[in-house]
T-cell receptor, first 114, second 116 residues
Framework: AQTVTQSQPEMSVQEAETVTLSCTYD???????LFWYKQPPSRQMILVIR??????QNATENRFSVNFQKAAKSFSLKISDSQLGDAAMYFC???????????FGPGTSLSVIP | NAGVTQTPKFRVLKTGQSMTLLCAQD?????MYWYRQDPGMGLRLIHY???????AKGEVPDGYNVSRLKKQNFLLGLESAAPSQTSVYFC???????????????FGPGTRLLVL
């Protein structure tokens, strides 16, 4: 069975600095999708970035980028120029391409210090 | 577009009571999902639906039932609520892979349920 692990329950970063959130996953599949979701205090789940496993190029979305290491089954999220609005729970998630179940990690709570 | 909406936003139940959570989406998505979120455990899939009239069990289906009578609505029912069902419930929807849609799930704002 697939699993997603986030080893950092809590992280903090100074405003304008860079922070990296870790995620590892376990799968025997070769094709799959990986996601980072953000959940602010409003509880709405917001997609931050997604990565297709067949693409070697790391996905980027403005200040958010990932370091996808397929062989190591690692999928870290880097947030550059951190802003106060980045404070939230961040969930790493995995989905096989053959069906739509998404497996979520336990989450990392990110605090941004002014 | 309202996206994915959930009703109610918050509810308190006594043990043994029943209730239905409603999820609605206006994006014409084929797939819909119900998750529960508990501290330190991320989101766990309860049930999901790949189309109108079809449902399937997820990771933690016990104690819940679902129905998808209309494509835009996905109902989650608790027949006899238990304190262990105290949680935040999220609905999500997505396009079908088979229809060439995206892999992304769109989430509702959540329903907070407290069972006493």
């Amino acid at each position: 069975a697939q699993t997603v692990t986030q080893s950092q329950p809590e992280m903090s970063v100074q405003e304008a600095e860079t922070v990296t959130l870790s995620c590892t996953y376990d799968t025997s599949e070769s094709d799959y999708y990986l996601f980072w979701y953000k959940q602010p205090p409003s509880r709405q789940m917001i997609l931050v970035i997604r990565q297709e496993a067949y693409k070697q190029q790391n996905a980027t979305e403005n200040r958010f980028s990932v370091n996808f290491q397929k062989a190591a089954k690692s999928f870290s999220l880097k947030i550059s120029d951190s802003q106060l609005g980045d404070a939230a729970m961040y969930f790493c998630a995995y989905r096989k391409t053959s069906y739509d179940k998404v497996i979520f990690g336990p989450g990392t709570s990110l605090s941004v210090i002014p | 577009n309202a996206g994915v909406t959930q009703t109610p936003k918050f509810r308190v139940l006594k043990t043994g009571q029943s209730m239905t959570l409603l999820c609605a989406q206006d994006m014409n998505h084929e797939y819909m999902y119900w998750y529960r979120q508990d501290p330190g455990m991320g989101l766990r899939l309860i049930h999901y639906s790949v189309g109108e009239g079809t449902t399937a069990k997820g990771e933690v289906p016990d104690g819940y039932n679902v129905s998808r009578l209309k494509k835009q609505n996905f109902l989650l029912g608790l027949e006899s609520a238990a304190p262990s069902q105290t949680s935040v419930y999220f609905c999500a929807s997505s396009y079908s892979i088979l229809s060439g849609g995206q892999e992304t799930q769109y989430f509702g704002p959540g329903t907070r349920l407290l069972v006493l």
